[in-house]
């Protein structure tokens, strides 16, 4: 079973617009983090945010937040205020803290188009 | 603050040619990752080093592909001998690993053709 799942592969959203990027998780560690990554046509990949599985509110990083539902297992990340530079690949990952490595696994991944 | 140093950014090299991929993390990190991009594949986790050691290698592909690091602040990926299913974007990432989850902060990758 997949650990990370981002069940869109491709969404559009127009300027200025609001987006929600889809990311589901699955692990019975109750330790664990959750990652958003950007990566723009150019190639880099560029950390956004995290959220740990304790926290008690939903982090957020200037328009990126993460709508953080625990008993559902979702991680969604919300762009607000859509810019063209957001045009993206984006990746969900998880890390799970009792495996005892520091890996993280990530999602296939959710292509964004902003159109004007 | 310098992020994680990736060289060369590109390569370009005719198969059966040694490949050696470089990578510089950043500075106190003790965690360093070598991940391949595809398009088929998607993005996939190599070899993990921490405090210098090799922890896991279970997605080095064959025994083509070795990685070492000599030292806190440099690792290397080689690839000897080259082939084109070789062809990818190779990525370092490095973080602190300590008992909170810490974000893996990625060079700006080597994009390799093998022909």
């Known amino acids: 079973a997949q650990k990370i799942t981002q069940t869109q592969p491709g969404m559009f959203v127009q300027e200025k617009e609001a987006v929600t990027l889809d990311c589901t998780y699955d692990t019975s560690d109750p330790s664990y983090g959750l990652f958003w990554y950007k990566q723009p046509s150019s190639g880099e990949m560029i950390f956004l945010i995290y959220?740990?599985?304790?926290?008690?509110q939903n982090a957020t990083e200037g328009r990126y937040s993460l709508n953080f539902q625990k008993a559902r297992k979702s991680a969604n990340l919300v762009i607000s205020a859509s810019q063209l530079g957001d045009s993206a690949m984006y990746f969900c990952?998880?890390?799970?803290?009792?495996?005892?490595?520091?890996?993280?696994?990530f999602g296939k991944g959710t292509m964004l188009l902003v159109s004007p | 603050d310098a992020g994680v140093i990736q060289s060369p950014r590109h390569e370009v090299t005719e198969m059966g040619q040694e490949v050696t991929l470089r990578c510089k993390p950043i500075?106190?990190?003790?965690?360093l990752f070598w991940y391949r991009q595809t398009m088929m594949r998607g993005l996939e986790l190599l070899i993990y080093?921490?405090?210098?050691?090799?922890?896991?290698d279970s997605g080095m592909p064959e025994d083509r592909f070795s990685a070492k690091m000599p030292n806190a602040s440099f690792s290397t990926l080689k690839i000897q001998p080259s082939e084109p299913r070789d062809s990818a974007v190779y990525f370092c990432?490095?973080?602190?690993?300590?008992?909170?989850?810490?974000?893996?902060?990625f060079g700006d990758g080597t994009r390799l053709s093998i022909l």
């Open positions: 990432a490095s973080t602190f690993t300590v008992r909170q989850p810490q974000p893996q902060h």
């Open positions: 990952a998880m890390r799970e803290m009792n495996s005892g490595y520091s890996t993280l696994t």
């Open positions: 959220q740990g599985s304790y926290d008690q």
């Open positions: 080093f921490n405090n210098n050691v090799p922890i896991d």
């Open positions: 500075s106190g990190h003790n965690s």
